[in-house]
């Protein structure tokens, strides 16, 4: 791998829907519906993921973890991010920080935004002052705007360990 900085974005969306738990950032979220999708549906951290692949040219999420494996169905966020985190260090790589965003009308996400923030920072081995997360909404323009589901995309960027 190259010792230059790699920089990755990513961008995931999925459906609300009732009968699961609303996941965002490794925190359950109270709401009446969650995230749609063959793991827990956590959008923010899948963004966050496909950024990293994408920043060590290792494709997207679908590609390391397909939902035609019945072995992921279910499976928490968190666990696939760390590991593609151990991917990213075994190629003397390491977080310089992530921007990111999500895109919801429902539910009002602002009181989450520290949990959220520091929850990503420890599944990347960071610190919290290399995590943005900002939330913002449609303005009721779209699906998204109507409610019918949640988007987030993410930019990261990684440096050389040795840099650190």
Same mark, same amino acid.
């Given at each position: 791998?190259?010792?230059s &900085?790699?920089?990755g974005?990513?961008?995931?969306?999925?459906?609300l829907?009732t009968?699961? &738990?609303?996941?965002?950032?490794?925190?359950? !979220?109270?709401h009446?519906?969650?995230?749609?999708?063959h793991?827990?549906?956590?959008?923010?951290l899948?963004? !966050?993921?496909?950024?990293?692949?994408g920043?060590?040219g290792?494709?997207d999420?679908?590609?390391?973890?397909?939902?035609?494996d019945?072995?992921?169905?279910?499976?928490?966020s968190g666990?696939?991010?760390?590991?593609?985190?151990?991917?990213?260090?075994?190629r003397?790589?390491?977080?310089g920080?992530?921007?990111?965003t999500? !895109?919801?009308?429902? &539910?009002?996400l602002?009181p989450?935004?520290? /949990?959220?923030q /520091?929850r990503v920072?420890?599944?990347?081995?960071a610190a &919290?002052?290399?995590?943005n997360?900002?939330?913002?909404?449609?303005?009721?323009?779209g /699906?998204i705007?109507?409610g019918?589901g !949640?988007?987030?995309?993410?930019?990261?960027?990684?440096?050389?360990?040795?840099?650190?």
């Amino acid at each position: 791998m190259s010792a230059s &900085p790699r920089i990755g974005q990513g961008f995931d969306v999925h459906r609300l829907v009732t009968g699961r &738990p609303l996941w965002l950032g490794g925190v359950e !979220i109270p709401h009446g519906r969650g995230l749609d999708g063959h793991s827990d549906g956590d959008a923010l951290l899948h963004a !966050i993921t496909d950024a990293l692949l994408g920043a060590v040219g290792e494709g997207d999420l679908g590609r390391h973890f397909p939902s035609s494996d019945e072995s992921l169905r279910g499976a928490a966020s968190g666990d696939l991010l760390g590991r593609v985190v151990s991917l990213v260090q075994a190629r003397g790589l390491m977080l310089g920080n992530v921007d990111a965003t999500v !895109i919801a009308q429902e &539910p009002l996400l602002a009181p989450h935004q520290a /949990a959220m923030q /520091a929850r990503v920072a420890a599944l990347l081995d960071a610190a &919290p002052e290399a995590v943005n997360i900002k939330v913002t909404s449609t303005d009721g323009l779209g /699906a998204i705007g109507r409610g019918e589901g !949640i988007a987030a995309q993410a930019t990261v960027l990684l440096v050389p360990q040795d840099a650190a």
